[in-house]
């Protein structure tokens, strides 16, 4: 069975850094694309970052330059570091594999962004 945990998030003053983790399981993780993805109130879920398992990035336009996503792959994890965090940045991060998988959808962590 395929899973994805994420953990990390909280509440935080603008311009403050957090780091995310996501642990996977039931994955053949070294073959796959991963994704950070998140959703805000009233809003679509977007992808923010993905990694391939070469560690070739990629990034949303709105969040370039303040995250950076990175892999573990012996431990099956995936990160995403963001600094600079700001207002609009609050939502719910999952992860994901590249292109989303929706039974793969875990809880999410919450990011809030507020002074």
């Known amino acids: 069975q395929v899973q994805f945990v994420e953990s990390g998030g909280g509440l935080v003053q603008p311009g403050v850094s957090l780091r995310l983790s996501c642990a996977a399981s039931?994955?053949?993780?070294?073959?796959?694309?991963l994704g950070w993805y998140r959703q805000a109130p009233g809003k679509q879920r977007e992808r923010v970052a993905s990694?391939?398992?070469?560690?070739?990035?990629d990034y949303a336009e709105s969040v370039k330059g303040r995250f950076t996503i990175s892999r573990d792959n012996a431990k099956k994890m995936v990160f995403l570091q963001m600094n600079s965090l700001k207002p609009e940045d609050a939502a719910v991060y999952y992860c994901?594999?590249?292109?989303?998988?929706?039974?793969?959808w875990g809880q999410g962590t919450q990011v809030t962004v507020s002074s």
């Open positions: 990694i391939t398992r070469g560690g070739s990035t």
């Open positions: 994901n594999v590249v292109p989303e998988v929706a039974r793969l």
């Open positions: 039931g994955i053949s993780f070294n073959i796959a694309t």
